[in-house]
């Protein structure tokens, strides 16, 4: 091979080095199978969370929610589970195609006659305009939420009631019951410990308890809890003892929760304490 064949060679192959090198860094690819965190209508387990505080957290009930994903009791549920917050749509079945009339045998056509009959007139009655009246929108009272008789409430503690419930007003789902810095908080009925923490943002140190397929109750900003998950408790029982929320006096934040809605405690907390 000549000198002038070889120059000629690294010429060219410098040349396609220097065009290779002009064209930048290439844009980051990125895998198919990568997908966000989190998705709209869709809660993403945290250590600590059970199925009634994530039902909790969106108002809901515990029931629904596990319907919903499929979820059968006791609503076990693991870390970076993804929970559907949206009802399932059902698919309605589809219409079926009328039968062709070529199968039918054709009945024969009859003339009908031609001659008129005589129309006569019947007294039409002249009814009434009906009177609308006014939809009453009614209250809920004491008496509407006793429908469930194996619940026996009982007052989580004696204290003076310094906040009381609110529909309207947020962060009032419940009533705050005054006492002193580690007074003793009971249990409102019997039931079944269902969380025990502080995994749920504005309740401080948690507990919830189910008492029946439609009630929970909640007790928050505690000192120190007494109880944990699966533990089976009795009214009146010792639970956790009284803290406060940030600065502010001791108190007992309270609530009762029917099919994953708040309702006021006071309409069934018994009167006397």
């Known amino acids: 091979m000549s000198r002038w064949l070889i120059k000629t060679t690294l010429i060219a192959a410098l040349m396609l080095l220097q065009a290779c090198s002009g064209r930048g860094e290439l844009a980051p690819v990125r895998e198919q199978g990568d997908k966000p965190r989190y998705q709209p209508g869709t809660h993403v387990v945290s250590k600590g969370e059970t199925l009634y505080s994530i039902a909790w957290i969106y108002g809901l009930d515990h029931q ?9 009791p006791p609503y076990k549920i693991f870390v970076d589970q993804r929970i559907s917050l949206k009802r399932s749509i059902a ?3 589809a219409a079926a195609k009328p039968k062709s009339s ?4 054709k009945r024969p ?7 008129k009959k005589p129309i006569v007139k019947k007294p039409v009655a002249v009814k009434k305009p009906a009177t609308k009246r006014a939809s009453v929108v009614k209250k ?6 006793n429908s469930n008789k194996k619940v026996k409430w009982h007052w989580p503690h004696k204290g003076r009631v310094v906040s009381r419930y609110s529909s309207k007003a947020v962060g009032k789902k419940g009533i705050s019951i005054a006492g002193k810095y580690g007074n003793s908080v009971l249990s409102a009925a019997d039931g079944k410990v269902v969380y025990s923490g502080n995994g749920l943002k504005g309740y401080g140190n948690l507990i919830i308890i189910k008492h029946s397929k439609s009630y929970l109750s909640a007790y928050a900003f505690n000192r120190k809890l007494l109880v944990k998950e699966g533990q089976n408790v009795r009214v ?3 639970i956790a003892e009284m803290g406060r929320k940030g600065k502010a006096a001791p108190a007992l934040y309270f609530e009762i929760r029917r099919n994953g809605k708040p309702i ?3 309409y ?3 009167k006397s304490r």
């Open 268 to 270: 069934v907390l018994p």
């Open 109 to 115: 056509v009859t003339k009908k006659s031609t001659a």
């Open 236 to 238: 009146g029982q010792r």
């Open 140 to 145: 809920p009272t004491r008496k509407s939420y």
């Open 264 to 266: 006021n405690p006071q």
């Open 64 to 72: 629904t929610l596990a319907s919903r994903n499929g979820i059968k």
């Open 91 to 93: 698919t309605k079945p």
């Open 102 to 105: 070529a199968s039918k045998p």
